[in-house]
């Protein structure tokens, strides 16, 4: 009898067996659609590592940034921190060349023991040319627009630092020879002046040592006018006009001077020429040199005669007072 019981049982599970199984299948695939449909999509941008040799670096540009998408549980997709899932490539071992490197996950922190977890990156994997790791000193350079306020003039300019050291792949730094900063602009400035200015660096693989600024001083002066001077008296200074009378063969010289335009404009060179006539102590005639004297805020360019001839003779007691171009108590004498 139970003999029985088995074939009727097993009789009638096989009654109707294809529906029984399309049964199953069916539930199985629900089952499945629902997990599916629970599960959330999460996307990120994150930084793109490179795990190199210490002695290589990349040569060519490459994807900084790789796109995450996490999928999973709602509840467990979104509490993870985007710094957790880390993106890198694996070029350790390899030498100067061009390589596809796969883009792998590693997962810490937040995104640890996360089930279920599916993870894609976009791009997959990355095309990479990497050389040999290089240093330089290069020479740094400006250019200067603008005009300063009229009346003053650039007169020099340094850069602080004057060099910069370059890092990045051989090829590259080969072909750097200096760097421009940006152009410095000096409108309106009528003193000394500095002002921090930006490195300009065109190549994305060339790394700047210690900063991408520098600083330029600027030396500002008033631009220097020069103006001449014609018929300026010459005088004799230190005569003994008691025992002398003195005639110069050259009375009035000319001088050309240089300064600020203001200090021209109220200087007027009356005292500009000068001859010392202590040493005169006979009569005849004398060849001296003249003297050019104008205020410490001025310089003479040029000046004539360099030399004249004073001719002396003995005064004459009744006109001794009357001596031309003497100055009598001051011991001078106006020709």
Known sequence: MKTLDYRKMLLKIAENWTAKALSVVLAILLFAFHKASSMEERFFS??????????YTPSSPYEQTIRVGLRGEANSVYPILEDDIIAYIDLKGKTKGTYRIPVQIRKKGTALGVEPLEIKVEPGEISLTIDHKASKTVQLKTNVRGSLRDGYQLAGWSLTPEQAVVDGPADVIANISELFTEDVEIDDHDSDFSVVVNILNHEPLAIL?????????GVVQEILSQKTYENIPIILKNLDSARWTAILNIENGSVSVEGRQRDLDRYTALDAFSVDCAGVQEAGSFSLPVDVNVPVYLSATASAPKMVVVTAQIAEPSAAGETGGQSGDEGEMAP
């Open 46 to 55: 994150a930084p793109l590592r490179l795990e190199i040799d210490g002695s």
């Open 209 to 217: 040592r210690g900063g991408a600024t520098v600083e330029f001083k």
